[in-house]
Nanobody
């Protein structure tokens, strides 16, 4: 089993920045993929970004491209989501997810392991 703990959410004004973290523990794999998703009230869980753990290949959802950056620190077994130029529409609970397979996965159904979620609120 893989355990994920995501953190770093909070309240920020529009135009501000936050960095989310996702710490992995338990049975971690040398080759796996990590993703970030978000879910606003009354909406479906939306893909935000993904990264391949080994090579660091990244992919972003259209709504965050150019503003958010996904990264990972392999030595710390921690993934990050740097969020800049935040907008009120970015308000949601953000979840990290992991899959023990190499690749970029944009569907939430691909990921068996999930963090508990961290709230991000952007005020106008």
């Amino acid at each position: 089993q893989v355990q994920l703990v995501d953190s770093g959410g909070g309240l920020v004004q529009a135009g501000g920045s936050l960095r989310l973290s996702c710490a992995a523990s338990g049975r971690t794999f040398s080759t796996y993929a990590m993703g970030w998703f978000r879910q606003a009230p009354g909406k479906e869980r939306e893909f935000v970004a993904a990264i391949t753990w080994s090579a660091g290949i990244t992919f972003y959802g259209d709504s965050v491209k150019g503003r958010f950056t996904i990264s990972r620190d392999k030595s710390k077994k921690t993934g990050y989501l740097q969020m800049n130029s935040l907008k009120p529409d970015d308000t949601a609970v953000y979840y990290c997810a992991a899959k023990d397979s190499v690749g970029i996965y944009r569907s939430r159904y691909e990921y068996p392991y999930w963090g508990q979620g961290t709230q991000v609120t952007v005020s106008s």
